[in-house]
């Protein structure tokens, strides 16, 4: 396999990887492999609907009652309508 090196990246982020790679007991290559399959789509989590990484429905449903669970059914719906790809998390 071919390799590839990633220049200017900021002391932030490579904290946070080290970090990561220190949690899962794992290497900061095994981090880097899994973030970009990721961010590039190709992990089956990036291939899952937003709406469905978002909401478990029927993890918390029983746990709304009949308001609760129709705004919380109207707000999936309105968020499944997004595009794949067009919504991230905002970072601060």
Same mark, same amino acid.
């Given at each position: ?45 990036? !291939? !899952? ?17 009949? !308001? ?25």
């Amino acid at each position: 396999m071919p390799d590839i090196l990633l220049r200017h990246i900021d002391e932030t982020m490579v904290e946070r990887i080290k970090s990561l790679a220190r949690e899962r007991n794992g290497s900061i290559n095994e981090v880097l492999l899994q973030a970009l399959r990721h961010g590039l789509g190709l992990s089956p989590s990036s !291939t !899952t609907p937003l709406s469905e990484r978002c909401f478990d429905r029927i993890r918390i449903g029983s746990h709304l009652g009949d !308001t609760e669970a129709r705004v919380f059914d109207e707000a999936s719906r309105a968020i499944s309508d997004v595009p794949d790809g067009q919504f991230a998390p905002k970072r601060d």
